[in-house]
């Protein structure tokens, strides 16, 4: 069974910086597509930064400039490094892998993590 486990949330004020970090357990042998997406109460899931294993990323606008995501294929780890955090980022992130390949061969479902919440206050 494959499980991704999110840290690195918490409290912070406008302007700062948050890294978001997210692991992946299992008997894994690679994952193509990691990615972040977030969700506030009473609103969709939201994508905010995916990176697949072309190198190919593709971030929400509303984030381009601000946040970066980055990968590390060994610790089949993503992270999401964000800065000049708005109010508007508030939300639940959570971490999401797809097309999981497996000693047991492909995983036949994309992976969710928990959830890591993030707060972008005075």
């Known amino acids: 069974q494959v499980q991704l486990v999110e840290s690195g949330g918490g409290l912070v004020q406008p302007g700062g910086s948050l890294r978001l970090s997210c692991a992946a357990s299992?008997?894994?042998?690679?994952?193509?597509?990691m990615g972040w997406y977030r969700q506030t109460s009473g609103k969709q899931l939201e994508l905010v930064a995916t990176l697949n294993g072309g190198g190919r990323t593709n971030y929400a606008d509303s984030v381009i400039g601000r946040f970066t995501i980055s990968r590390d294929n060994a610790k089949n780890a993503v992270y999401l490094q964000m800065s000049s955090l708005k109010p508007e980022d508030t939300a639940v992130y959570y971490c999401?892998?797809?097309?999981?390949?497996?000693?047991?061969?492909?995983?036949?479902?994309?992976?969710w993590g928990k959830g890591t919440l993030v707060t972008v206050s005075s």
């Open positions: 999401n892998a797809d097309t999981i390949l497996t000693t047991a061969g492909y995983y036949g479902m994309e992976c």
């Open positions: 299992g008997r894994i042998v690679s994952i193509y597509t």
